[in-house]
């Protein structure tokens, strides 16, 4: 089977597809342009298209809109680039049908990255550096320095690019191996053989961690029909009950910031949730629920005439008044007041979708949703976490947001429906 190379053209993965090669393995060269250095992005496929010709192994390139896409998926440049590059890869061994992918990450990538998740906040995964092994990924230069490299490709004399920005110190990596790697090294001379021990005990320290949490997990968790069930008095009843959360919970996307509000939770009434990008973590008695939340998108809560209260899936309490001369409407956009007359029941809710219009209060025109969110300055987050209320499809509400004005109270009002939710 063949070796897919991912050669960007710089010594790493000119070393390596070097070595790779000398050793007889087949190889297929993979390049990803990001177009972000405009010249110099295009200079690099060149050489990595050359190079590849050199050493007689087929070529792939592919050219991405890398700003774009950070920008619709509210990710750093770097994550992109690192999202787009794997994926392209994966994309390519299933089309090929190579045995794996072969990266260029060395020694001193990992160490970099041990200092990189120590300053931005880790758990014990976080500092044992860079694997050689992760599934279909291969990184056969972990046992070599940028320095070893750098004397191989001297000894065969072959060519390779330097990216500029490398020498740049505008971004964290660069930072950490420009001017705090040095530093440390003044103060250890072996400070990168030390790092790169001291990851290797923790890897090792990892697995007899993971060993001991997955029977605490098995006792206190429960899988029912694709959702997980936390029971949370045995949750509190473990050693560190905010890290046991934090490992039951990274899988499904959320976040070390929202364990203290999840935690919370655990003391609130049913009905309370919190999302992540890709699932919804909900309280109901005992339990912490957590299932994707593309199957919380599709439903659709209905709410009778009759109803005074709902707590799924945002609490709402709904009161239906007589106006008289001294109600005033309240100034919170947690409250919303309708003119009861105009609404029709059963009234829904659901989570806004692509395309959904309203008339904002105030408004005379309709608008859609997501200009309305753009032009708010909503977050990922604060969107993911919108829901509308409709009467006869129709959204009367934006829910804590901003009610529609075709639903408005006006001076011929008499009776009014005022719903309260909680955020």
Not at 191 to 198: C, D, G, K, Q, S
Not at 344 to 351: E, N
Request: aromatic share 10%; glycine share 6%.
């Amino acid at each position: 089977m063949p070796v897919l190379i991912g050669l960007s053209g710089g010594a790493d993965s000119v070393a390596l597809s070097d070595i790779l090669v000398t050793l007889g393995y087949r190889c297929i060269a993979c390049h990803c342009n990001f177009q972000l250095r405009g010249d110099e992005a295009e200079r690099d496929m060149v050489f990595a298209r050359d190079m590849a010709q050199t050493l007689n192994i087929p070529f792939r390139s592919v050219r991405f809109d890398t700003e774009m896409y950070a920008s619709q998926k509210h990710i750093s440049i770097e994550m992109a680039c690192r999202e787009l590059r794997y994926e392209w890869f994966e994309e390519q061994r299933k089309k090929i049908g190579a045995g794996a992918i072969a990266i260029a990450h060395h020694r001193d990538d990992s160490v970099e990255t041990v200092l990189l998740n120590l300053i931005r906040g880790t758990g014990i995964s976080g500092l044992t550096g860079i694997h050689p092994v992760n599934g279909y990924i291969v990184r056969p230069l972990l046992c070599l320095s940028r320095k070893d490299i750098e004397s191989y490709l001297s000894l065969r004399g072959l060519p390779y690019i330097t990216d500029r920005t490398n020498k740049e110190d505008i971004y964290v990596r660069n930072k950490i191996r420009l001017q705090v790697l040095p530093l440390l090294e003044s103060i250890n001379p072996s400070v990168y053989a030390t790092l790169e021990r001291t990851a290797s005990n923790l890897y090792e320290t990892e697995q007899l961690y993971r060993f001991a949490i997955s029977s605490i997990i098995d006792e206190i968790t429960e899988h029912k029909d694709n959702e997980l069930h936390i029971e949370i008095s045995r949750l509190f009843a473990s050693p560190s009950p905010r890290t046991l959360l934090f490992e039951i919970l990274r899988p499904f996307g959320f976040l070390p910031v929202q364990l203290d509000e999840i935690l919370r939770m655990a003391s609130a009434i049913s009905g309370k949730y919190i999302l992540s990008g890709t699932h919804i973590l909900l309280k109901d008695r005992g339990f912490f629920i957590v299932k994707e939340k593309d199957v919380c998108k599709n439903d659709v809560v209905v709410i009778s005439e009759n109803v005074l209260k709902i707590s799924y899936p945002v609490k709402l309490e709904f009161s239906r008044i007589n106006r008289t001369s001294e109600y005033e409407i309240p100034k919170d956009a947690c409250i919303a007041v309708f003119d009861a007359d105009k609404v029709s029941f059963p009234l829904m809710i659901r989570c806004w979708k692509e395309g959904d219009r309203f008339i904002p209060f105030g408004m005379k025109g309709s608008r859609k949703l997501s200009d309305y969110f753009r032009d708010k300055k909503f977050t990922l987050y604060q969107k993911q976490k919108a829901y509308v209320l409709l009467s006869k499809n129709e959204i009367i509400w934006v829910i804590g947001e901003r009610t529609s004005d075709k639903f408005r109270v006006d001076g011929k009002t008499t009776h009014i429906l005022e719903i309260k939710c909680e955020k």
